[in-house]
């Protein structure tokens, strides 16, 4: 029986932190909607899902964003 988790297993949710200093929270038909709350923020399970959506953001909204962990 295991016992122990990897960092990958540990760390397997992500938020978008844009360099505004705000979360993303919703971005759908056109509008983006940013929050100060992390606990507001659209949370990714996946973290290549959140990678594509930070590029969606950029190519669209000429947002820029990082992909952080998320622990909550």
Known sequence: ???TATIEEMTSAYVLFTDTETYVVEYLLGELIL???I???L???NELQALRFK???????QL???VNTYIG
Do not use: I
């Open 35 to 37: 929050s100060n709350s």
């Open 43 to 45: 949370v990714f399970t």
């Open 1 to 3: 029986m295991r016992t």
């Open 39 to 41: 606990s507001e923020a």
């Open 55 to 61: 590029q969606l953001l950029f190519q669209e909204c």
């Open 64 to 66: 820029t964003t990082s």
